[in-house]
């Protein structure tokens, strides 16, 4: 049996000397084939039950389900492997069978026993919670144990890029992406990366690379991911000026503001949001806000809470919190906290983001690691039309909450230029007496 197979994916197609394979790249460039390919040969040489998952159970039929068939036809084995529709799986002569499930219907899940193989299709559609089901679904009492992601790249925020490369919020680095993207192929704590893009596939026509570059253009974004295969920031950052400081320089700059207003902010969660305290000044003449302290749990009840922000007790400096909260702020307020509901009104959240817009420079202490995680790389949201929503983001941005109310009755100068008022020249007016 001959197949060709890209040069760049030969070293994947046979290495099952690692857990885990994390292939990401751009369009076109060859991940889902050659992992199915991969498969194929794999369950051929060995009695194993593969468990092929997608976020939506449906996408396989036209997907991984509909590859790994034509993989089958190609190789011209359909006469000893069974691809049936109805459930869909593919049964090898062996005994090997691939099964096809969706984290749309996890409770299927609990009834797959065996599994030895994962592969997770478009993994970054994936939830993180789900991701971490899938580990206790694959096991088996003798057999080792794979499992195979892939994606194109999505935004840093995504839980593939925190946890197989970089999580800025809690300063882990497993693996610098930029350092794959040079290498290409990069082994590391019993992971196999693996980096394509269109230019890997020998088998595309010109024409649809030329189409890729062609994005470069109108849609740079898109160009990103589709062309280059590489994570970064999707959509339209809320603040291009955001940038991070070592602490140390952020608290001189402060020291040295000629009028420094400080401020702090309080938003308040419990479950799946955040309290966040932000320690904030601003730099009326440079119009330069600086981000220097932060608190930021769940989990936390309001007498919790209270004892660890203590210090502002001693302190009295003045909280602005969320006014829809009034109970809460009663409650602070008892403990001795100098605290007061920040203004709200109907489009307030708008009216808030373009006024810390207007700052020309948005600089965060080091420290403030969840502050970073959030503003960083926060992204507008956009409606079925693909147009911005400029008050809804890709995340819920506690810490951007906490920024809202402790500046709720600061206002930054509209930093448009102004037009420039002629004076009239000094005419000296003549009256001729006769």
């Not at 088998?203 to 062309?227: H, N």
């Not at 230029?417 to 000094?426: D, L, S, T």
């Amino acid at each position: 049996m001959e197949k060709e197979v890209n040069p760049h994916f030969e070293d994947f197609l046979f290495d099952w000397n690692h857990k885990f394979y994390f292939l990401v790249g751009g369009y076109g460039s060859g991940k889902s084939y050659h992992i199915a390919l991969k498969l194929i040969l794999k369950l051929l040489s060995e009695k194993r039950t593969a468990l092929v998952v997608r976020e939506v159970y449906d996408t396989h039929r036209d997907s991984t389900y509909s590859l790994l068939e034509e993989i089958v036809h190609d190789l011209g084995l359909e006469n000893i492997i069974e691809c049936l529709t109805s459930p869909m799986q593919i049964r090898f002569p062996n005994g090997s069978k691939i099964i096809f499930k969706g984290m749309d219907k996890p409770a299927k899940l609990k009834s797959i026993h065996n599994v030895s193989i994962i592969w997770v299709e478009e993994c970054s559609e994936v939830k993180y919670e789900g991701f971490k089901e899938l580990l206790g679904r694959l096991r088996h009492p003798t057999l080792k144990l794979h499992m195979i992601l892939s994606t194109n790249p999505v935004s840093k925020n995504n839980w593939t890029y925190r946890h197989f490369f970089k999580d800025e919020q809690n300063k882990r680095l497993i693996l610098d992406d930029e350092e794959l993207y040079e290498k290409r192929t990069i082994i590391t704590n019993d992971t196999y990366y693996h980096h394509s893009t269109a230019d890997d596939n020998l088998f595309l026509p010109e024409s649809y690379i030329a189409q890729l570059e062609e994005l470069k253009d109108y849609d740079p974004d898109l160009y990103r991911v589709a062309r280059k295969g590489h994570f970064g920031v999707n959509g339209v950052r809320v603040f291009p000026q955001f940038e991070v400081a070592p602490h140390d320089k952020v608290m001189e700059a402060i020291s040295n503001i000629r009028k420094p207003i400080k401020r702090v902010g309080m938003d308040f969660g419990f479950v799946d949001s955040y309290n966040a305290v932000i320690r904030l000044a601003v730099d009326p003449d440079k119009k330069y806000l600086y981000i220097y302290w932060e608190y930021y749990k769940n989990q936390m009840t309001d007498d919790e809470t209270a004892e660890e922000i203590s210090e502002f007790k001693e302190t009295q400096e003045l909280i602005k919190a969320d006014s829809a909260e009034p109970k809460t702020i009663r409650y602070y307020r008892k403990q001795g906290f100098n605290m007061v509901g920040a203004l709200k009104f109907p489009g307030s959240r708008l009216q808030y983001t373009k006024k810390i817009k207007r700052f020309k420079k948005i600089i965060c202490s080091d420290r403030c690691t969840n502050t970073i995680f959030e503003l960083k790389d926060l992204t507008y949201a956009k409606d079925k039309n693909g147009n911005i929503i400029e008050d809804e983001f890709n995340i819920d941005p506690h810490t951007l909450s906490a920024i809202w109310y402790a500046l709720d009755d600061y206002e930054v100068e509209d930093l448009k230029e102004k037009p420039k008022v002629r004076q009239r020249p000094n005419r000296e007016r003549r009256i001729w007496l006769l």
